[in-house]
């Protein structure tokens, strides 16, 4: 069965510093990977997904992550973080033989430092 | 589109009580989803359902939990009796497609069992 840890449980950063948010995930195959982000008191949004191709996928908000195969990662990261990009960020894996079921990290809770 | 729509977004019951929540997916998305979330376990899928039939509810924790999906507009979870340790926020989501198809998350209803 696959899994996905997020090792860092919160993260503080300075407005307009870079952002590197990590993720490993555990699966014998090439998995489905995804980040979602979550908003207070808000439902989770896709940010980015990655299920093949280009192991460099960019996302929305300026979001970009990297499949990195030999280190069964894909961490989420920005150039420049902007105030309104605190949040909790989710990493997500699912498997091909399961199509539709996605196992969900335990997120990052990003806070940002004026 | 007006989004996945939960209702109620807040919900306090004393235990022992019914409850049932309700979600309306993105019209002409096939696939709809439960979650739970919680400090301690995250967030878990509960049930997924694909063209109204319930497709793996391994997730549900027992059987006082059941879902259904009438109609491809409207679907509802229900815990009966409910107990304090199903306080969590659910989420619904649907997709158009499942695997790596994004899903849409709707706000969520905060459940608090007294």
């Known amino acids: 069965a696959q899994s996905v840890t997020q090792p860092d449980i919160h993260i503080t950063v300075s407005e307009g510093a870079s952002l590197e948010l990590r993720c490993n995930y555990s699966?014998?195959?090439?998995?489905?990977l995804f980040w979602y982000v979550q908003s207070p008191g808000q439902g989770l949004q896709l940010l980015l997904k990655y299920f093949s191709g280009d192991t460099l996928v960019q996302g929305i908000k300026g979001f970009e992550a990297e499949f990195k195969r030999s280190q069964s990662s894909f961490n989420l990261r920005k150039p420049s973080v902007h105030w309104s990009d605190a949040a909790e960020y989710f990493c997500?894996?699912?498997?091909?033989?399961?199509?539709?079921?996605?196992?969900f990290g335990s997120g990052t809770r990003l806070s940002i430092r004026p | 589109d007006a989004g996945v729509i939960q209702s109620p977004r807040h919900e306090v019951t004393e235990m022992g009580q019914e409850v049932t929540l309700r979600c309306k997916p993105i019209s002409g998305h096939d696939y709809l989803f439960w979650y739970r979330q919680t400090m301690m376990r995250g967030l878990e899928l509960l049930i997924y359902?694909?063209?109204?039939?319930?497709?793996?509810d391994s997730g549900m924790p027992e059987d006082r939990f059941s879902a259904k999906m009438p109609n491809a507009s409207f679907s509802t979870l229900k815990i009966q009796p409910s107990e304090p340790r199903d306080s969590a926020v659910y989420f619904c989501?649907?997709?158009?497609?499942?695997?790596?198809?994004?899903?849409?998350f709707g706000p969520g209803t905060r459940l608090l069992v007294l």
């Open positions: 359902f694909n063209n109204n039939v319930p497709i793996d």
């Open positions: 989501a649907s997709s158009l497609g499942g695997g790596v198809e994004t899903q849409y």
């Open positions: 997500a894996v699912g498997a091909r033989s399961s199509a539709s079921k996605i196992i």
């Open positions: 699966y014998g195959a090439t998995p489905y």
